[in-house]
């Protein structure tokens, strides 16, 4: 059996100057630990045929496909503000594009699969940890429903990577809809070439945003459509507790998908400055800033994009400002929206932001788990009696209080106890990748080279909105023994 991918390759047939050709550098003994069968079906690939030796030797690195055309695609980026006018893959290989079940365009791309011209002072490879915590925090953002590039399969390589100590190294094949991001314009920009952003900016339009070919101004409408994905985006994090950790331009994306898991984290406790990455020292990247952030990236766009808007550079950075402007809007009524489903309310009312904002500051008051607070007013939307939210508040009394004016609103709307709750449990998931577990999986892996821990944790957050009582300490918070502070990315 010969593993058959059926490219269509796009990107690799633009310009020289935005890639540079480069095959995986093979590895050692390829192992299969993981292969996300749904997916390869979803992309017209054979399950049974990737899980063959020969399938691990692909997915690793060590033969390319038929049909491949292998580029490290080059970028630019702001890293923590700072502006890097050359980043690029430097562990990272695009093997090339498919056409998925749905029609879609599909990136498949392996991390971890040895040095490109874009490498620096990199060993372009990946230890196993991150592309577990990759693999797992990507197909769960996938299963509550966010926008998110997705983990096809892991293997380890069969060689030892060199971080603070040897650990075993690995390859995670990446599926996004692009790779492209808001570093790839600013790659251009910086080398003032305008014909490539066209290229670029027409590439992306047909591939991500075709509903804009043809619009009056399509560079325009393109701005317009990136803030749009990226406020939605930013707001469903948020409203399920999600740290991107490294929200730098590089790792941001055109499509509006989520992508690049590196110090990522859910939230345990509800703290709109909790920060977990060891790197984010001054909270650039903490929860509550994300939509700044999100929008200061858009910004570092708009400015690639002003050559294609006019000649007249102040007519043109009007404009820009005036598609920026939407971002504000767009996210909060994004966001508002989806605190009153969370809430159980049906209908929009005066006086429902501040009945979630007061939830939302007790909460912080109270150390009260974000996911479970949120689930079990659920239940306690079913069954007045249920007293599981009341539960993650040190002080129950501040919920009591709260709970009161809530019963009280959501009294005004004719929906049963019992479509609130199943409409409530529909949008607050019970199940998160809780970062003690990741933690704990991953340790399981690395050290006694144990995956069924992991196995089970993929296997219980595919359905992060069902009850699952049989896996029901996944939904626990850590105990203070367990919190994990700090997260690393593990390059
Ligand atoms: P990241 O922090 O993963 O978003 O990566 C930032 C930049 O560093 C990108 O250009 C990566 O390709 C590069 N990079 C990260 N890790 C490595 C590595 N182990 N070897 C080479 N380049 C790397
Ligand atoms: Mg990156």
Known sequence: MTVHFPFQNSYSALPDS?????????VAAPRLIKLNRPLAVQLGLDPDVLETPEGAEILAGKTVPAGADPIAMAYAGHQFGQFVPQLGDGRAVLLGEVIDKDGIRRDIQLKGSGPTPFSRRGDGRAALGPVLREYIVSEAMFALGIPTTRSLAAVVTGEHVIRETALPGAVLTRVASSHIRVGTFQFFAVRRDTDAIRRLADHVIARHYPELLGAERPYHALLGGVVARQADLVARWLLVGFIHGVMNTDNSSISGETIDYGPCAFMDAYNPSQVFSSIDEMGRYA???????????????????LPLFSDDQ?????????????????FSDAYQAGLRKKIGLFTERDGDDALIQDLLDAMAKNQADFTLTFR???DAAGDPAADDARAQFMDPAAFDEWARRWHERTALE???????????????PMFIPRNHRVEAVIQAAVNDD???PFEEFVKVLAKPFEGQPDYAAYADPPLPEQRVLQTFCGT
């Open 287 to 305: 929860y509550a800033n994300q939509p700044r952030i999100a929008l200061w990236n858009l910004t570092r766009l708009a400015e690639c994009l």
């Open 376 to 378: 079990k007013l659920g």
């Open 414 to 428: 004719p929906q049963t106890a019992a479509e609130r709750q199943a409409a409530m449990h529909a949008v607050n």
């Open 18 to 26: 935005f890639f540079a050709r480069v095959a995986p550098t093979p």
């Open 450 to 452: 144990d995956y069924t």
């Open 314 to 330: 102040e007519k043109a950075v009007a404009e820009a400002q005036d598609i920026l402007g939407a971002f504000s809007d767009t």
